[in-house]
């Protein structure tokens, strides 16, 4: 079964700092998502991770995997109040088709 | 893109009645649907998966009389809290899988449904 822990589940920044949220997974995935949620709405997608080594970008997100390391990591560029939200992590095991989400990270980007 | 609705958004109900929620693929069919309940600060916990035309799988420690998943269609799946009680007010969220013109690969998830059970 697979297990998904992400830290740290609190995060709270200066603007203009940088930060990387980190994501273990404990068996093999064959896809790692990133999700952004703002209080009381749903999730936004952010990144799909689908081999190893691959790393994707938008605007001051970038997400990477390493697939051997079984970690995934999101990391924050300069950071601005806009980005405060809660970020899920959740791996899909290799057979089936259902999602393991992460506990949650919730930043806080002060000004 | 591929778009998930949920209906309702917010549903106040009292104990011991049932509510209905919707979960609709506008765009896209969707083969697949699952059901998620999220408690407040905390994760997306899986209930239940559901294929078009067939029972829906329920996770571990999810009441199936209790939840009733039903997906009729390639674009429509429903969850029914029967006889809810305080205990169930959580927010429920749907995702749609893709089967046909969109990618299998990723999960569209629904705006949510807020359940209140005083």
């Known amino acids: 079964e697979l297990k998904v822990e992400q830290n740290p589940l609190f995060l709270s920044m200066q603007e203009g700092k940088n930060y990387t949220i980190y994501c273990n997974y404990s068996?093999?995935?064959?896809?790692l998502y990133w999700y952004r949620q703002d209080p009381g709405k749903s999730l936004e997608s952010l990144f799909v991770?689908?081999?190893?080594?691959a790393v994707k970008q938008e605007g001051r997100l970038m997400a990477s995997l390493d697939t051997k390391a079984r970690l995934s990591t999101l990391h924050i560029t300069a950071a601005v109040h806009d980005l405060s939200a809660t970020y899920f992590c959740a791996g899909k095991e290799t057979s089936g088709s259902r999602l393991t989400f992460g506990e949650g990270t919730q930043l806080t980007v002060n000004p | 893109g591929a778009v998930v609705s949920q209906h309702p958004s917010r549903v106040i109900c009292k104990s011991g009645t049932s509510v209905k929620i919707e979960c609709r693929s506008l765009?896209?069919?969707?083969?697949?649907m699952f059901w998620y309940r999220q408690f407040p600060k905390k994760s997306l916990m899986l209930m239940a998966t559901s294929n078009e035309g067939s029972k829906a799988t329920y996770e571990q420690g999810v009441e199936k009389d209790k939840f009733l998943i039903n997906h009729a269609s390639l674009t429509l799946s429903t969850l029914t809290v029967t006889s809810a009680h305080p205990e169930d007010s959580s927010f429920y969220i749907c995702?749609?899988?893709?089967?046909?013109?969109?990618?299998?690969?990723?999960?569209?998830f629904g705006p949510g449904t807020r359940l209140t059970v005083l």
């Open positions: 765009d896209f069919q969707a083969t697949t």
């Open positions: 991770l689908l081999s190893n080594g």
């Open positions: 068996t093999t995935s064959d896809r």
């Open positions: 995702s749609a899988r893709g089967g046909l013109r969109i990618s299998t690969d990723t999960q569209y």
